[in-house]
C-alpha cells in the first residue's frame, strides 16, 4: 500500500460546514494527488501537488482547496460542504518518472 | 472528460474462464495502464505497457496495446472468485506520466 493513510475514514457532516481530509505517506514521494469516485464517473483529479507547497487544479477542483505543508502530508479542505460533494475520496502517491501510482484506502464521506 | 472508456461496462462469467476487457483513449499517450478495484478499497496497479510495446504480460494478465487504433485490452485468463473486482485502465498524455486519467471502469464478476 506504499505506506498511504487516509483521516478520518468515513465522516458525515452536514452542508456548509468545512471539511478537511487528510493524506499521509511514509515513503517521501514528491507527487500526490486527491481524486474523487462517483457512480457512473469513475475516478476523477480534484488538485495534485508536486512538491512541497506546489499544487495544481485537477479536472474537478471547483469547492475544495489543497494544502502541502510536508512532504508527507496533503491536505484536502471543502470550505463549505455542498451534498454534491458526498463521495469517496482517495489519495494517491505517484512513482516520479513512470507514474504508476500507489491509492489508499479512500474516505468516504456524506454531506446531509 | 475522460479519457479512456473501458468496455463493457460490466461482465459476468463462470470460474475457470477467460475474461477480456477493452479500453479506448483519445489521445497520444506514453504508458497505458491498468488497475483493480475490489469493493470499498483503493485502487492497485496491475500492469504498465509503454507507447512502444505492443502486448506484456504478468501473470495470469495479458495486456495489448494498439496505438493506431488507440485501444488495449486486458485480459484475464483462468478466472478465479478473487478476480472479482473493478478493473480500470488510466492513461497519461499531453500533461506528462505524472498526471493520469483514468475511464469508468468494468465491473468483472466471476460467479463459482
Known amino acids: 500500500d506504499a505506506g498511504i493513510t487516509q483521516s478520518p475514514r468515513h465522516k458525515v457532516t452536514e452542508t456548509g460546514t468545512p471539511v478537511t481530509l487528510r493524506c499521509h505517506q511514509t515513503?517521501?514521494?514528491?507527487?500526490m494527488y486527491w481524486y474523487r469516485q462517483d457512480p457512473g464517473h469513475g475516478l476523477r483529479l480534484i488538485h495534485y501537488?508536486?512538491?512541497?507547497?506546489?499544487?495544481d487544479k485537477g479536472e474537478v477542483s471547483d469547492g475544495y482547496s489543497v494544502s502541502r505543508s510536508k512532504t508527507e502530508d496533503f491536505l484536502l479542505t471543502l470550505e463549505s460542504a455542498t451534498s454534491s460533494q458526498t463521495s469517496v475520496y482517495f489519495c494517491?502517491?505517484?512513482?516520479?518518472?513512470?507514474?504508476?501510482?500507489?491509492f489508499g484506502p479512500g474516505t468516504r464521506l456524506l454531506v446531509l | 472528460s475522460q479519457q479512456g472508456e473501458e468496455d463493457p461496462q460490466a461482465l459476468s462469467i463462470q470460474e475457470g474462464e477467460n475474461a477480456t476487457m477493452n479500453c479506448s483513449y483519445k489521445?497520444?499517450?506514453?504508458?497505458l495502464q491498468w488497475y483493480r478495484q475490489n469493493s470499498g478499497r483503493g485502487l492497485v496497479h496491475l500492469i504498465l505497457?509503454?507507447?512502444?510495446?505492443r502486448e506484456k504480460h504478468s501473470g495470469r494478465l495479458r495486456v495489448t496495446l494498439d496505438t493506431s487504433k488507440k485501444s488495449s485490452s486486458l485480459l484475464i485468463t483462468a478466472s478465479r472468485a478473487a478476480d472479482t473486482a473493478s478493473y480500470f485502465c488510466?492513461?497519461?498524455?499531453?500533461?506528462?506520466?505524472?498526471?493520469?486519467?483514468f475511464g469508468q471502469g468494468t465491473r468483472l464478476t466471476i460467479n463459482p
Open positions: 494517491a502517491i505517484s512513482v516520479e518518472g513512470v507514474g504508476t501510482q500507489y
Open positions: 515513503e517521501n514521494h514528491r507527487y
Open positions: 501537488s508536486y512538491g512541497v507547497k506546489d499544487t
Open positions: 489521445t497520444s499517450i506514453n504508458n
Open positions: 505497457i509503454r507507447s512502444n510495446e
Open positions: 488510466a492513461t497519461d498524455g499531453a500533461e506528462g506520466a505524472q498526471k493520469l486519467v
